[in-house]
């Protein structure tokens, strides 16, 4: 039988947890009062390791007052590395709950006569501004400060007035004065202006404030001072208009006057850096604007400035500022591009063809847009071919350079099949031209981009990619670096014979190719084109990659991730296997897929590896698939095979049976669990769906994918076989075959395997919609058998991708949870008296970490499970569980919640604390810990007396 719910371990803070971090503290507080300096420091350094740790405001607390102690009484070194602590353990300080001691004895050193002292006070309450934003005390510190004559102390008080400025309005508007009389001061340094001036870019909030800030910039562009003080007045100028749209059109005119009258590059230089940051509000731009930036002439531009102007260009194109442009034939960005597109220079030439492809993409005319299409793609053959840019290209800035290129080619190819079948064709031709460099690499990765994109438009080019892989077989490399970027090529290359080739079969040449360039690759780069070949639906090629490798691996863990790995894979392989029946086949893939979630399962024991639970979930549902897919054949079968008797039969057609289906005799009963296998099994599906908050969108979009094929053979069994309609057991729109999951985001942005899973859907779908319109058949006919059965074999030859999120996590997020009271003896209940309401703390840290955030959490939802006690003879007929629930907002990584509980039953009632997150979309996702307590309530002491009272004593005689 087909389980219908899988457990998560619970990952939470425990009374051996709060010993630990109990101890840690109590030997850091143990090296903090220590006479010899070496051990004060090292015992200072290791307080943000603990506060990783163990990031709970109990233990935070105590530590920063402990170390707020060793401030006001240690010297300047013990608190130079105070400080550093601060600085680093920002997003702890704000758990320090006792915040006007820990203030107070920090700021007693502020009166110091030792002027590093009170600077390294004042950078200290710098890094407390989130804290203590309004402290009135620290205000007029850091305002006296800034009259200070020495240079130290100076620079202090300005990084916490820009800190607390930052924090407070109220401050940044009093400081306003002080700041301005030091600025328009003619014996204040320009250092200390340049130093000064990032303060007023906080100024902002009030509209007085903020004209008088813009007045004083305005008077310092006027005034002669070096480049630096005008650079750094257009950043906050720029800064200014970029809060504000009301500003927009003023600055921008500011800096176009600049650019033109200027003779200093630098400052021209950051006028067009602006210039490109206020194009992200290209919609306020004007056409008077955009004429005054195409009317400078090149030769008044170096090659930088050049690169600028065009970059400026593309940005308003991207954000909305198209209609502020001349788009005709020989308009003056027409005439821009094409004499930059040619440029020698990287730089020029990137910035020209980026412009092209925007403006190629966002031509309102179609004929115009495939001219510009056809320029995109030539301007990027000839660039690929120029030895000048190739050669600038392989340099860090070149490489940035050359990615956004062929990010923005990527983009144009989206436009329809067309273009994406030509843009593939020309940087395909270029593979075996290129030599081993970054730029081979970012051209292997956008044609698998357009590959997705349209997978026929890999075809042409096989032939190409065939030949590549074969030069970097037949080539030795000894530099490292460059060793290591040939197996990066390598597989990528290996990557776009499978994308080309899923759904199809192998040609002869690149499977050779491919089994080859494994058998030559490292350990690693092996895996990993056997990884490609999972996830592109090659099972049998990548389960002879991967099969050797467990053997090879000295890590007992990597070696069963390996195995579970192969396991999976020849889970597939089997049930394309030409021998066998298929219900056998069906039969041997679940086992296999059990095997692989054993494999991952120990992987997860022994600790040394993240942690594998959606692995092993995912296997199980899918080997439940398998299972309940194995009992429909059979039933199936059997109704081939072996028809209802004809007794059955003649009762069902005299009228004897009111229900129709009796006449099939069991297979009616068998059919009736195979709806509920299928429904169990897309509720586990549902299940994994809801606990993977870390999945990436496309990851999602399958687990959905396969809950709906669940769902569909459901209906499909009770639409067409049961005819559960015409009985009314469920409504029409419950019944639908149209096959339409929910998907995080459009079908038509989701990577090949969720388009070619979702294509598959709607086959299957369409043949039980067909069943479902032939109301003249019998109640189980073979017609049905034989539909049902196409459909089953549909989904199960169909391509199966393992998901990215199996092999890859884009990001991980964690919740520790630490609930108070707690018992410190293990699973001992929390005793309470009798008659009082127990009251609870909540406190979480959400530990977060990755390359690419896929979802951010929003609000975390807290569950609280009361199950009381059973009176004594009682037995539990109903579920008398109480609920109670709270959403509460996580500040940075931290959030605490309080349940106030009426335990009046006498006894042990049993707690459960669960934890879900809430994303940007408000939608709730089932991954957060959960935490069991048991609280005992004491019997009330009256009820004992009586009972007490009331039985008989014995008596001698």
């Known amino acids: ?99 006007d001691e820990f203030v107070k004895r920090t700021f007693s050193v502020i009166h110091s006569n030792d002027p590093v002292a009170r600077s390294l006070t004042l950078r200290l309450l710098a890094s407390l501004a989130p804290v203590v934003p309004e402290h009135v005390g620290v205000h007029h510190s850091v305002r006296t400060a800034l009259d200070s004559f020495d240079a130290i102390e100076l620079q202090a008080a300005i990084t916490a007035a820009e800190a607390f400025a930052s924090k407070s309005e109220v401050f940044a ?86 650019l033109r009258t200027d003779p200093n590059r630098v400052v021209r230089i950051h006028c067009l850096k602006n210039l490109k940051k206020l194009a992200k509000k290209g919609y306020l731009w004007n ?54 597109i040619s440029a020698n220079n990287l730089k020029v ?145 290996c990557v776009l014979l499978c994308l080309a080739h899923h759904g199809y079969s192998w040609q002869a040449e690149s499977l050779s190719t491919l089994r080859l360039a494994a058998l030559h690759g490292n350990y690693w780069s092996t895996y990993r084109i056997a990884r490609a070949c999972a996830r592109y639906d090659h099972a049998q090629v990548g389960l002879e990659i991967m099969a050797p490798l467990d053997k090879i691996l000295s890590s007992e863990s990597r070696a069963a991730y390996i195995q579970g790995c192969t396991e999976l894979l020849r889970s597939k392989s089997m ?14 893939a679940a086992d296999c897929c059990e095997r692989a979630a054993s494999h991952l399962k120990l992987v997860s024991e022994q600790g040394l590896i993240t942690s594998f639970i959606f692995h092993e979930e995912y296997l199980k549902t899918r080997a439940y698939f398998l299972i309940a897919c194995g009992q429909l054949v059979a039933t199936l079968k059997t109704l081939r095979t072996a028809p209802p008797p004809a007794p059955a039969v003649a009762l069902g057609a005299g009228g004897t049976y009111k229900d129709d289906l009796l006449k099939c005799g069991r297979a009616a009963t068998q059919l009736k669990n195979s709806v509920g296998d299928f429904r169990r099994v897309a509720a586990q599906y549902e299940s994994l769906y809801e606990s993977s908050f870390d999945a990436d969108a496309d990851t999602l979009s399958q687990i959905l994918i396969n809950q709906h094929y669940c769902l569909m053979f459901a209906r499909g069994i009770e639409r067409t076989a049961l005819r559960r309609p015409q009985q009314g057991l469920f409504s029409e729109e419950e019944l639908a075959f149209e096959f339409s999951p929910d998907l995080p985001k459009s079908l038509s942005q989701c990577c090949l395997e969720v388009r070619k899973a979702y294509d598959t859907g709607v086959k299957v779908g369409d043949i ?20 049902i059965m196409s459909a089953l074999q549909l989904v199960l030859l169909s391509p199966f991708c393992i998901p990215r999120f199996f092999f890859q996590a884009l990001q991980s997020t964690t919740v520790k949870l630490a609930v108070s009271p707690s018992s410190r003896l293990g699973n001992e209940p929390v005793s309470i008296p009798y008659g009082t309401l127990f009251a609870m703390t909540v406190e979480g840290v959400i530990q977060s970490k990755g390359i690419k955030r896929c979802r951010m959490i929003k609000m975390v939802k807290i569950n609280v499970t009361n199950q009381p006690p059973l009176a004594k003879g009682e037995n539990k007929a109903f579920d008398d569980s109480k609920h109670l629930s709270q959403l509460v907002r996580a500040d940075h990584d931290y959030f605490s919640s309080e349940f106030i509980l009426n335990l009046a039953s006498p006894g042990v009632h049993h707690l459960t604390i669960e934890t879900a997150l809430i994303d940007e979309n408000d939608n709730a996702w089932k991954t957060g810990p959960s935490f069991s307590l048991n609280v005992r309530s004491q019997d009330d002491p009256t009820k004992t007396h009586v009972r007490q009272s009331s039985t008989p004593g014995s008596s001698r005689t």
């Open 173 to 258: 508007i009093q400081l306003f004065d002080k700041i301005a009389e030091k600025i328009q001061s003619l014996s204040c340094p320009v250092e200390t202006k340049i130093q000064l001036l990032p303060i007023l870019k906080h100024m902002g909030s009030d509209a007085p404030t903020a004209a008088r800030v813009r007045h004083i910039c305005e008077e310092l562009l006027e005034q002669n001072f070096p480049q630096a003080l005008n650079v750094q007045t257009l950043d906050i100028l720029t800064t200014f208009a970029e809060q504000t749209t009301a500003q927009v059109e003023d600055q921008v005119n500011l800096l176009l006057r600049r």
């Open 349 to 493: 030439a990137s910035a020209a063809l980026r412009l092209l492809s925007h403006l190629a993409a966002r031509s309102p005319v179609e004929a115009d847009s495939f001219d510009l299409i056809l320029e995109t793609n030539r301007a990027l053959e000839s660039l690929l071919l120029s030895p000048t840019c190739m050669e600038q290209a392989e340099v860090p800035i070149g490489r940035t350079l050359m990615t956004k290129t062929l990010s923005a080619a990527v983009e144009l190819g989206r436009i329809n099949k067309d273009v994406c079948t030509l843009l593939a064709e020309t940087l395909g031709n270029r593979l075996v031209d290129l030599q081993l460099g970054y730029t081979l690499s970012s051209v292997c990765e956008a044609l698998s981009f357009l590959g997705d994109k349209y997978q026929l438009s890999l075809l042409p080019i096989l032939s190409k990619v065939n030949l590549c892989i074969s030069r970097f077989i037949c080539d030795v490399v000894e530099e490292e670096e460059k060793s290591r970027l040939k197996e990066q090529i390598m597989v990528r290359l």
């Open 575 to 588: 049930l394309l296997s030409q021998e066998g029946a298929l219900s056998e086949k069906i039969s041997a």
């Open 1 to 99: 039988m087909i389980p219908t719910k899988h457990g998560h371990p619970d990952v939470s803070m425990t009374s051996d947890t709060e010993l630990d971090f109990n101890s840690a503290l109590a030997e850091l507080d143990k090296g903090l009062r220590s006479m010899k300096p070496g051990e004060q420091c090292e015992a200072i350094v290791k307080f943000p390791a603990l506060f990783e740790k163990y990031p709970f405001p109990i233990l935070v607390n105590a530590s920063f007052l402990k170390l707020a102690e060793v401030f006001r009484n240690g010297t300047n070194f013990l608190r130079l590395w105070i400080l550093r602590v601060c600085q680093q353990s920002e997003n702890h300080i704000k758990k320090v709950q006792n915040v």
């Open 287 to 340: 056409k008077e604007q955009t004429n005054n930036l195409l009317e400078i002439t090149p030769g008044e531009l170096n090659q930088i400035e050049e690169a600028l102007v065009l970059e400026v260009l593309a940005e308003l194109v991207t954000n909305e500022g198209v209609n502020s442009l001349d788009l005709l034939p020989d308009s003056p960005v027409h005439v821009l591009w094409k004499t930059y």
């Open 768 to 787: 039980l919609r067909n069943l479902a319109n032939r109301p003249d058949l019998l109640p189980v006919s073979h017609v049905h058998v034989d539909g």
